[in-house]
Nanobody, 126 residues
Framework: QVHLVQSGGGSVHAGGSLTLSCAPS????????MGWFRQAPGKEREGVAA???????TYVDSVEGRFTISKDDAQGTLWLHMDRLKPEDTGIYYC????????????????????WGQGTQVTVSS
C-alpha cells in the first residue's frame, strides 16, 4: 500500500508564501492525476489544484494566479507553492493521487482519488 507523506505548511501573515510537498512511500510511475485539496474549519473539503493529463493543470478560481502545482516525474514528488496567501486560505491541506488520469470535470472530486496524504495545517493571519 502506497503512503503519501506530506511536509511543509505552517503559519504566515497575509501576503506571505508557503510551499507544501508530498512524496509517495514508493514510486512506480503507475499513477494518474495528482492534486491538492483543502478543508477549512466547518467547511467541506475542496479541490485546490490538480494535474490532469500532463502537462495540463487546473486550479480552483480562488487560487488561480497565486498557487502553482508542480511535480517531479522521476520521484513522484508533488508540490504546491502558495503566494500572496489570504486568511481564507487557512485550512488543512491534503495531497491526493489517482490511479488514472481524470478529465477536468472530475479533477476536484475526492472520490476519484485513491491515495491521500496525512494532511498539513496552513494558517494565514490577517
Amino acid at each position: 500500500q502506497v503512503h503519501l507523506v506530506q511536509s511543509g505548511g505552517g503559519s504566515v501573515h497575509a501576503g506571505g508564501s508557503l510551499t507544501l510537498s508530498c512524496a509517495p512511500s514508493e514510486w512506480t510511475g503507475d499513477f494518474g492525476s495528482m492534486g491538492w485539496f483543502r478543508q477549512a474549519p466547518g467547511k467541506e473539503r475542496e479541490g485546490v489544484a490538480a494535474f490532469l493529463v500532463p502537462p495540463r493543470t487546473t486550479y480552483v478560481d480562488s487560487v488561480e494566479g497565486r498557487f502553482t502545482i508542480s511535480k517531479d516525474d522521476a520521484q513522484g514528488t508533488l508540490w504546491l507553492h502558495m503566494d500572496r496567501l489570504k486568511p481564507e486560505d487557512t485550512g488543512i491541506y491534503y495531497c491526493a493521487f489517482a490511479s488514472s488520469f481524470l478529465p477536468t470535470e472530475f479533477a476536484f472530486r475526492a472520490q476519484f482519488y485513491a491515495y491521500w496524504g496525512q494532511g498539513t495545517q496552513v494558517t494565514v493571519s490577517s
